[in-house]
């Protein structure tokens, strides 16, 4: 009978929700969706020193934008010491574990004896079977002891559902430690008891978690747990191939959302680290991932963070939102860059609609529109320097005369929309036999102090005729008067 899928995040409350955990939280996440399965949370807080409760509220945070809803309660590992230590006796009891006095000293001599004579020095375990009054006395001695799996001769192995058969020597795991001097638990030892009491069946995580596994093997084992299925994730590397870290610009989840990236898209940009279609899909709504999905498909092979794919990606997105949906979601990145007013009150929301549909080509996360939103809201912009030294400086009595000429054409227009404008500058431009770019550049610089933009005529349109007028006049002083920076 095959068991009820059922797989767990555990995140340990360290920092951040970064890039990797949310990896595997949604690898996680989407294998639980297609199986119909149950997805859970579990918080291991056991490191009392560098676990914090802002830690944990971030994780929510982060799962929350992600959309990653989980079922049932919340784990907390740091609640369970006393079920974890029961367990730990439960094992002492069926003698697949033993109190261990050697001292640190003790075990470092005859690690290196071993090591001289090229042998991995395994626990003989000495006091494994000592009796009562041998343990008072050594504890009388002012010895303390660890509790120790006792792991029998032979070999671990287990079929990874991405790596494939692994198999290892059981002598390179000697008898690990599951409890300290003190009696609290070790890590190996919280995360198999707690895999079992949550009845998981497929323990999915990062290959860093590789080395681990036949250690929780031999508690499952140890404990009579039908083992659960295995599944590494490649790593995410950087650019440089090396582990993805800090280093490499790469930061958490939610930094993300401050940046201007979808939700959706981070998914998508995620799945796409170590999965593959099959075919040569790269965008995917998230009902889409849902049903694709399978774990076959997941590569063993590194995987490298690609920003620029990333940013590619959610320019996907972005573009299956209609502007009217991109507007709220546009609207704090203009507030915050200073551009629009906290209360919106220094713009309608038409102009909003306006401009944000002119922009959205050349947008590929939210902050992209404060960057070339600016004139549209403020006539106090910079101008380039690159564009003037470009389109006004090289010969600016010409400039001079052909902003002039457009201002007085504008001007007579009744109808000014992106049509009338083109066919006006169009008209002056064979009146003067001159090419239409030898308008449209300077005037693109009068009116946004830009180099490049949206076509410039639509730009026009939404800017309005007194703003342009306003703009083209004081381009012509400017023209001559002008400091450029070297
Ligand atoms: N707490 C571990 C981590 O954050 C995960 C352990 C596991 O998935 O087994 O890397």
Redesign the pocket.
Known sequence: MTRPTRV?F???PTGLLHIG?AH?ALFNWLFAKREQGTFLLRI?DTDAARSRTEWVDAIFEAMDWLGMDWDEDILYQSKRTARHQQRINELLESGRAYRCYYTTEELDERRQAAMKSGENWRNDRRYADISTSEEEELKAEGRRSVVRLAIPEGKTSFCDRVLGEIEIDNSTLDDFVIARSDGSPLYHLA?VVDDIDMKISH?I??M??VS?TPKHIQLFDAFGYELPEFAHLPMILGADKKKLSKRHGVVSVMEYKESGYLSDAVVNFLLLLGWQSGDDQEFFSREELKSRFSLDQVHKRDTVFDLKKFEWLNGQHLATLSTVELVPLVTPFLVSAGILNEDGANVSEEYLIQVIDLLRERCRTFKDFPAQAGYFFSDDFEYNPKALRKHWLKEPEMVIERLRWLRDAYSDLSTFDAGSLEEATRTLSEMHDLGAAQFIHPCRVALTGQLGGPSLFHLIEVLGKSRTIERLTRALDLVSTIEVPQ
Do not use: I, K, L, Q
Request: charged share 30%.
């Open positions: 767990r555990a995140p340990s955990s595997t291991e995360v323990v995580r990062g860093d978690h681990n």
